[in-house]
């Protein structure tokens, strides 16, 4: 079983505006809700792929109750911490290309809530056998910016692999635990080694970097331009075809959901890249973020080619 970890869920509010203005009333009738975070997007597109997934994490008030609700439609079983405050929102509003977003800092998490999520996913991992364990997105500012590095510890102990996606100061603390994987993009790069990237040789450079840090898989996305990744002591390139992107929101996410999938299976490095570069590329062809076409997997998976660079 795979276990997903959203810290700061919340729900997803987007409003289709032909022009929005400032200062004025904007009328919407065409908008929609949905569980969101970045770790239940995950769980969305792991359980789109067959997977087995316990995701867990802080749930609070009405919009707490709507999550559980959506998760329960989708046949996915939420295992989280009932908290005092009330989960967030998140609002997107999408114009003429244009996309402007307002996003709460969300709930204020007490101690003994924390607490009661370390030793849930303690449980889970003795009683529901967690093989491998995602947590994707913000920190609660209550938590403090360790939260994340307590959590890899914790399963570290345990011999669970642990997949990270954050920025900022938890992606720099949680280095120190050295998780299994983490995704960071070019600008997050940037941010934990003061350097500037322009080209792939520089990425290449700064993964080497990294390396220090004794994580398994340090994977970049590139874009339209793929992604490169350091896996072990190997650097590999991922290729990926033209597509028409619809919605890119949430691609990243998916991307880890299919890593994910293949790290719990024992793949090899690459055809963990592939089938997460697979599923990223799905999402951007969606309107609805967290969602993935099956039917069109085998054309993209065929497409992506992946292979390692001589340095």
């Known amino acids: 079983m795979i276990g997903t970890i959203t810290l700061n869920p919340s729900i997803d509010i987007c409003y289709y505006i032909d022009e929005f203005h400032n200062n004025e009333v904007n009328r919407c ?8 975070g970045k770790g239940l997007n995950v769980s969305k597109v792991l359980k789109q792929l067959g997977c087995e997934i316990m995701p867990t994490g802080f749930l609070g008030g ?8 959506e998760l329960n439609h989708m046949n996915i079983t ?3 911490v009932e908290i005092n405050e009330d989960t967030r929102n998140c609002i997107a509003i999408l114009s003429k290309g244009s996309q402007t977003e307002i996003l709460e800092t969300g709930p204020t998490i007490s101690e003994r809530e924390s607490e009661s999520l370390l030793q849930l996913i303690l449980n889970l991992i003795m009683k529901r056998d967690l093989k491998v364990i995602s947590a994707s997105g913000s920190i609660p500012h209550s938590l403090g910016s360790n939260y994340y590095y307590k959590l890899i510890k914790l399963v570290n102990e345990k011999k669970v692999k642990f997949v990270l996606d954050t920025s900022g100061a938890s992606l720099r603390e949680s280095l120190l635990a050295a998780p299994f994987l983490i995704k960071p993009n070019i ?10 990237i ?6 290449i450079t700064s993964l080497y970097k990294l ?14 331009n793929g992604s490169i990744a350091l896996c072990g002591d190997k ?11 619809i919605n890119p929101v949430g691609s990243g996410d998916a991307m880890v959901a299919g890593m994910v999938k293949e790290i719990h299976s024992n793949s090899c490095y690459e055809e963990i890249l592939r089938v997460g570069n697979t599923c990223g590329i799905l999402n951007a062809m969606n309107k609805k973020t967290g969602e993935i076409d099956l039917s069109y997997f085998k054309e993209i998976y065929d497409q992506i080619h992946i292979e390692k660079v001589i340095v």
Request: glycine letters at 4%; proline letters at 3%.
């Open 62 to 69: 009405e919009n707490g109750q709507l999550i559980k609700k």
């Open 29 to 36: 009738s065409n908008y929609y809700k949905t569980a969101g």
């Open 78 to 80: 939420p295992n989280f």
């Open 198 to 203: 322009e080209s792939e040789k520089d990425v």
């Open 187 to 196: 600008f997050e790069i940037e941010d934990l080694l003061n350097v500037r």
């Open 235 to 245: 650097i590999y390139k991922a290729s990926i075809p033209n597509v028409k992107v």
């Open 211 to 224: 390396r220090d840090y004794n994580i398994e898989m340090i994977v970049v996305s590139l874009g339209q």
